[in-house]
């Protein structure tokens, strides 16, 4: 091509005249033309070699970044989910055991135990990753900056209560996470988590959507102590429990969340908060948070007034607590200063992972309001309602036996209302959603990890599993202007089975049953068969 080139250029500044030379002049002007040739591959090889030069002197400081991020410590971060770390080495999950023990693959619970060591990196981990901070594909263009994601899609047939326990097919794009992380210095750093769920929303008809996009989470890290350090306020989740935090799908094995989490706790429980954590001892940290109060309002958010009040009598709302959804619809106003109380709550929680029990972890935490009432809420007689503190108590633990496949999980949740007749749904005319002075719910779970071998160059595993859950919404004790008539719909037994399949700690291929059973007169009519594919990365 060079030659080609240099041809051409020649012959339009000789013109007719190259004809009339003779043949040593040729010979001449071919050598001219060679040397001319050899000069420009000469510069070309140069030029790549500064182009190639340059772009490694670029990445060097965002590998550079990458590898100082990744010495931090874990335990300074309470949300920081350990299978983060643990799942970069895709090959054996991230577990240090793994080439001796066929069946330690790293589990949710397997992860939960690196959260208790001294470095930031999984035993295991390639020294290679740091270098790909950006979804793990390419340097990052901006020193400092990572980005992350999960998210998780459903679909199979379910039976709908409404349409009298009719069983339905369906599917659902149920959410979708992006996780950018910025080291603004060493000790300063940026978290957020950006939420699109059900395939997002629309504005026209023909968009057929009806999701959300939201920022879940987004506040800044000042690291200052192993044992103490600020989170700035923002919106973070309560601590409370273990899912609520670390509800990635790749944490639990069934396509939906644990039960105890759709609605004694409200998952994903998050609100305007600010908290200090940190590291007491080898294998248990804390972290105590004030955040913004759940509020017993379920109405739309458009039905609050310019005042911050509820809708003015009489036009009534919809109860944030009620007993049968308990508080799935009490979540906390993230914007818009338009909070419907004063009120702040205070929520701690305590990790455990005793060194002394290899594959056991858990944790307590509590949550406490002194007010739900909203501002300006009144009962359907028109009588204003008072003031009611709510509690929450959680307990829960996580053992994956060591040196067999065998997991066991085991949760307990307890709520409290100290006036429950200032409770909405005990004075909204419906006889049938009463809540009475406490709510609790407990399940267990047996899982049993299997090892399946090396499949399209990754180690897969799957997790045959059971889960038993009840929950009691309605215990006695109304009070209110409501008459009482439980139907026994608040009183549910679960029954979940299934089978997750991890071609990598970061996917995990879901099928799930489940079954509902309540003391209805007619029945829960919940019933559901789903797949899902979720994954974390």
Known sequence: MSLFLAATALSTFTGGAAFAVDGDANDILLKKMEKMEQRIQSLEAELKQKQ?????ELAKPARTSALQANAKDPNKDPNK???????????????KDAGKDPNATASPADATDLRTK???????????????????????????????????????????????????????AARFVLLPTYAITDNIIFNAEIEFEHAGSGFD?????????????????????????????????????????????????????????NGLIPSTFKAGASSVYGTIADGLSYQVQVSSSLEDFGGDFGLRTDAN????????????ISGLDALAFAAPVRGGFSQLSDAVAVAGKLDFAPAFVPGFAGSISGYYSPNVTPRGAYADTGELLGRTSLGIFDAEFRYRIPTTGLELRGEYVWVNFGHPENLRANNDTDPINNVGKTMYGYSGEIAYHVPLGTILNSEWEAVPFYRYTYENLQTGGFAGTDANMPTGAGQRTFHTAGLAVFPSPKLVLKATYQRVIDKSVVGALSDSFLGGVGFFF
């Open 52 to 56: 190639v030069a340059k772009h490694e």
């Open 81 to 95: 989910d350990p299978i983060k770390d643990a799942d970069k080495d895709t090959s054996k999950g991230g577990n």
């Open 118 to 172: 001294s470095t930031g990196k999984a035993p295991g981990t390639p020294t290679s990753s740091p270098d790909l901070p950006i979804l793990g594909l390419a340097a990052s263009p901006v020193v400092g900056l990572s980005i992350g994601a999960y998210g998780e899609i459903k679909y199979g047939a379910m039976q709908n209560p409404a349409a009298n326990g009719q069983w339905q097919n369906g599917f659902d």
């Open 205 to 261: 008809a023909d968009d057929k959507l009806h999701g959300t996009a939201e920022i879940e989470q987004i506040w800044i890290d000042f690291k200052i102590i192993d044992q103490f350090n600020w989170r700035s306020p923002g919106i973070d989740l309560v601590p409370i429990g273990y899912i609520n935090q670390h509800h990635e799908p790749t944490q639990f094995y069934s396509v939906n969340r644990p039960e105890l989490y």
């Open 309 to 320: 009040t509820v809708p003015p009598f009489p036009i009534g709302y919809a109860p944030g």
